[in-house]
């Protein structure tokens, strides 16, 4: 083996790792910068801010409806004091 056929395959080899190792970035999420630090593309998630939010989107349906529709005043008010209740 020469010279040029021991560069060939060190070139091959190290263009075969950067495949390799951009295949597995993309498949965890992983993004390279200009200067080559590793972020994460997505945060990871929170269950608990997750639950939070949801609480808050059910909420502010509730709020929606009983500003959106045509009821009585005494019925209004029932409503909400029995969200209060909750």
Same mark, same amino acid.
């Given at each position: @083996? ?15 790792? #950067?495949?390799?190792? $951009?295949?597995?970035?993309? /498949? ?6 200009? @200067?080559? $630090?590793? /972020? ?20 502010? /349906? ?6 959106? #529709? ?6 209004? $008010?029932?409503?909400?004091? $029995?969200?209060?209740?909750?």
């Amino acid at each position: @083996m020469n010279l040029w056929t021991a560069i060939v395959i060190i070139v091959a080899l190290v263009c075969v790792a #950067e495949i390799i190792k $951009s295949r597995h970035r993309a /498949k965890n999420g992983i993004a390279v910068d200009w @200067m080559g $630090s590793e /972020k994460p593309i997505a945060p990871p998630t929170n269950p608990e801010l997750e639950r939070e939010v949801e609480e808050l989107r059910e909420r502010v /349906k509730v709020l929606e409806r009983i500003a959106t #529709e045509d009821r009585e005043t005494r019925r209004l $008010s029932a409503e909400i004091e $029995s969200l209060r209740e909750k």
